[in-house]
């Protein structure tokens, strides 16, 4: 009887979809992390409801997270006024941030791909060495390489051009090392078929190889929207015009309270762009992730 | 001995020609490195070198740079109050934010595996949201305001806790306690997409496979099975959370000011972006730069080498 009874059990639980789970755990992880979901969610929630409220609502207390009383867009039209009355058209800093970040983002996906494609499938003397120094690269953040950087560009004539934010952008190191470790899982007899078929390197990177890794470069150019887009520029960049939207609007609203409505409106409009590339193109970064493992 | 010698440097000359005529029978990989090669050597190698050279000078981008041999790095050591704040602001924050949020993310990503498709994908772009939405820090400015526009302040008005309004970013003694659930707050970082990534490629057979072997809970699972698999995930991971952790800057500029009150907020790269832009100290700011390089080094090789051990 016990014995029955226990394989009874036994095959209940190897049914279920997760054998070694309780269900009281399972609905206390839950709630956790409904509960910190929210948590992490509270800022940009706020920011957003923010932008919709009218100065009346912006200075309340206890403030308000989700309901606006009275939805308005005065904050967003107000922010064009303001920047209407800039001494350098909103167009231009809106051309600036676009032809920066769609230069800067398909240069980047195509020169670390070619480079990614030799790292990931030829075996050639120095190539592991070059894929070292990227792993450590990683590590660099951009306040450390600024300071040289900026007299490096100065001796070559790069500051106050387009070219001073372009080739750092080309050459994250980021976006090959994520390339490169999604390129080595595809498979060797594809590369030697096209050979055979006689193909050269450039039509089977370009036919072959690229359209293969369409996850990579979505990814890729998340992280290079990302950080071409929040770009501030001040640094290298002296001329206004050749500033880019983000500066300008995070220049309208440091410090000053007067403007907090607009400031919420300056943090949804920095904010959308990433986030919208970000949600249509979540499924293809996650395929890449998964390969973005550092093995010895 | 002497013969070892020649055998090793003949050894040694073999290879390099091998590795010479491997080289030039390989020449496409090289055409196809080189745009990217070019680009980095410009933008990430030659900065560093350069940042190490004129971290022995005293530079200040007019005049010709000067040789001073170690001084900027014993100035920095030993006689820079300042920089001592720095250092020691910047690893507390690194101590408390790295583990903390390097565990946080892995604990997120490991808890969203367990729910379905649908779900996991929302809450996948909820934790990750912050760190997409670059300048979101700027609204705990309003939650901790020094007046009673603040929330914070006008919260424990309200309710009696305090009769006047905290200054809780200008007071040298809350900065700190401000500014690291911030940074806790906004982001999980790429570490964290890499850990779901990789929880969601570990092949469900080899659980089943603990199952029979006798795993009792998620715990056993967690450490037998789960986190041996995710070694890749968890490296890389941590090299992204060491840059995160260590190159604090933005967040406690924006907060508490920039100087900070008393350099209660100071960190080693405020410290060091002061010195180069403020101050133009170009060799003394590329000496603080080679130093946390050099630590941001140190550390990763440790941790990497304390991941070696995880699940044995």
């Keep these: 009887m016990s014995k029955n009874k226990y394989e009874k059990i036994h095959h209940y639980k190897i049914h279920r979809r997760h054998p070694n789970r309780s269900l009281g755990g399972d609905i206390a992880i839950n709630i956790f992390l409904f509960l910190l979901g929210f948590v992490f969610l509270i800022p940009i929630i706020y920011a957003i409801t923010n932008s919709l409220k009218p100065l009346s609502e912006l200075f309340r207390f206890p403030p308000t997270l989700f309901v606006v009383k009275n939805p308005t867009f005065n904050n967003f039209s107000d922010l064009f006024v303001t920047m209407g009355q800039s001494w350098v058209p909103f167009s231009r800093y809106l051309f600036n941030t676009v032809f920066l970040t769609v230069v800067g983002t398909v240069g980047h996906i195509f020169i670390a791909s070619m480079a990614a494609y030799v790292l990931a499938k030829y075996d050639f003397p120095g190539g592991k060495f070059f894929f070292s120094l990227i792993v450590t690269t990683l590590m660099f953040s951009g306040y450390i390489t600024g300071i040289p950087n900026y007299i490096i560009q100065c001796r070559l004539h790069m500051i106050d051009t387009y070219w001073a934010l372009l080739i750092p952008a080309f050459a994250a190191p980021i976006g090959l090392y994520l390339m490169k470790q999604f390129m080595v899982n595809i498979p060797d007899s594809l590369i030697e078929a096209a050979k055979i078929d006689g193909a050269n390197e450039w039509t089977i990177f370009i036919n072959l190889i690229m359209p293969n890794v369409k996850p990579a470069w979505l990814t890729m150019m998340i992280f290079s929207v990302q950080s071409l887009w929040n770009n501030s520029a001040s640094t290298v960049i002296y001329t206004e015009s050749k500033k880019t939207l983000v500066y300008a609007l995070s220049q309208i609203t440091v410090n000053n309270i007067a403007r907090t409505g607009q400031a919420a409106a300056v943090t949804v409009i920095t904010m959308i762009v990433p986030l919208a590339l970000y949600i249509l193109s979540q499924s293809q970064i996650m395929e890449t992730m998964a390969t973005s493992g550092l093995k010895d | ?312």
């Design chain 2, 1 to 312: 001995m002497k013969e070892i010698w020649k055998k090793y440097s003949e050894h040694k000359k073999l290879e390099r020609q091998l590795n010479w005529r491997k080289a030039k029978k390989m020449k496409i990989c090289y055409l196809f490195i080189l745009p990217f090669a070019v680009f980095f050597f410009v933008s990430y190698i030659l900065p560093m070198i350069t940042s190490i050279f004129y971290s022995f000078t005293n530079f200040n981008m007019l005049e010709k740079p000067k040789f001073v041999g170690l001084q900027n790095y014993t100035t920095l050591l030993l006689q820079d109050d300042v920089n001592q704040i720095a250092v020691k602001n910047t690893f507390i924050i690194a101590l408390i934010t790295g583990p903390i949020g390097y565990i946080l993310a892995f604990v997120i990503a490991w808890l969203i595996n367990e729910l379905p498709k649908w779900a996991r994908s929302v809450m996948v772009v909820v934790f990750y949201a912050p760190s997409i939405a670059g300048t979101v820090y700027t609204i705990f400015g309003t939650l901790f305001r020094g007046d009673m526009y603040g929330w914070m302040n006008a919260f424990l008005i309200n309710n009696g806790f305090t009769s006047s309004p905290i200054l809780f970013l200008t007071d040298p003694k809350y900065i700190m306690k401000v500014i690291i659930p911030v940074i806790l707050w906004t982001g999980l970082g790429t570490g964290f997409l890499s850990f779901v990534a990789g929880l969601k490629g570990i092949d469900q057979s080899q659980y089943e496979a603990g199952y029979i072997d006798g795993i009792q809970n998620r715990w056993q699972e967690l450490w037998y099975i789960t986190l041996p698999n995710m070694k890749p995930m968890l490296m890389f991971g941590a090299v992204m959370q060491i840059t995160t952790a260590f190159n604090v800057c933005d967040i406690p500029r924006y907060l508490a000011g920039f100087p900070s009150t008393d350099y209660a907020a100071r960190t080693v790269v405020l410290h060091m972006l002061d010195h180069a832009y403020n101050r133009f100290e170009l060799g003394y700011a590329s000496a603080i730069a080679t130093l946390l390089f050099i630590v941001m080094i140190v550390c990763n090789k440790v941790i990497q080498s304390l991941l070696e051990k995880v699940g044995q």
